[in-house]
């Protein structure tokens, strides 16, 4: 029986925590999958996928003292998985616009409602010398469920009704 489970965890960036925490769920005999890590400010996630023989108490036990050691909160829950089901995006977005509350719900649903499943998204600000307000900027990766077109159309009103400066580049050679 195939046993994955996601395994989640946050902290104080530090060096070597990616180094430190594979190694130990490896020596515990987990067989990690798909990963997806990131600094946010001053701290570090972790999204991982980890095969465990065991059950998932025996697993949060295994967890438990490398989360100490590092200073990290995690969970830990059962999913449906396989080591590989990495999905390739179709379009990338990249979007900068002035900075201002409602930016991310704007461009995730227009384009959610045009048919974009988002794979991965990153975002932040920087703050120009001179300027009254910091530029935000979000890159999104996706699949199209329906075509490129509802989404060109969304990210036209968008640059028009929101002010934002878009570029939207196909990464399929599929997509036209």
């Given at each position: 029986?195939?046993?994955?489970f996601?395994?989640s965890?946050?902290?104080?960036?530090?060096?070597?925590?990616?180094?430190r925490?594979?190694a130990?769920?490896?020596?515990?005999?987990?067989?990690?999958?798909?990963?997806?890590?990131a600094?946010?400010?001053?701290?570090?996630?972790?999204?991982?996928?980890?095969?465990?023989?065991?059950r998932q108490?025996?697993?949060?036990?295994?967890?438990?003292?490398?989360s100490?050691?590092?200073?990290?909160t995690?969970?830990?829950h059962?999913?449906?998985?396989k080591?590989?089901?990495h999905?390739?995006?179709?379009?990338?977005?990249?979007?900068?616009?002035?900075?201002r509350?409602?930016?991310?719900?704007d461009?995730?649903?227009?384009?959610?409602d045009a048919?974009?499943?988002?794979?991965?998204?990153?975002?932040?600000f920087?703050?120009?010398?001179?300027?009254v307000?910091?530029?935000?900027?979000?890159h999104?990766?996706?699949?199209?469920?329906r075509?490129?077109?509802?989404v060109?159309?969304?990210?036209?009103?968008l640059?028009e009704?929101?002010?934002?400066?878009?570029?939207?580049?196909?990464?399929?050679?599929?997509?036209?």
């Amino acid at each position: 029986m195939e046993n994955w489970f996601m395994l989640s965890m946050v902290g104080k960036d530090q060096p070597g925590i990616v180094a430190r925490l594979s190694a130990s769920l490896c020596k515990a005999g987990c067989n990690l999958g798909e990963s997806s890590m990131a600094a946010l400010s001053d701290n570090f996630t972790i999204m991982m996928m980890v095969h465990w023989e065991g059950r998932q108490e025996e697993l949060v036990n295994v967890v438990q003292p490398i989360s100490d050691n590092l200073g990290l909160t995690f969970n830990v829950h059962p999913v449906p998985g396989k080591l590989e089901h990495h999905r390739q995006p179709d379009i990338r977005v990249s979007i900068y616009a002035e900075d201002r509350k409602g930016i991310i719900e704007d461009a995730t649903t227009a384009l959610a409602d045009a048919g974009l499943n988002i794979l991965h998204l990153d975002s932040n600000f920087d703050e120009e010398t001179g300027s009254v307000h910091p530029v935000f900027y979000l890159h999104i990766e996706g699949t199209l469920s329906r075509g490129i077109e509802p989404v060109e159309q969304a990210l036209d009103i968008l640059c028009e009704e929101k002010q934002m400066n878009i570029q939207l580049i196909p990464v399929n050679p599929s997509i036209k």
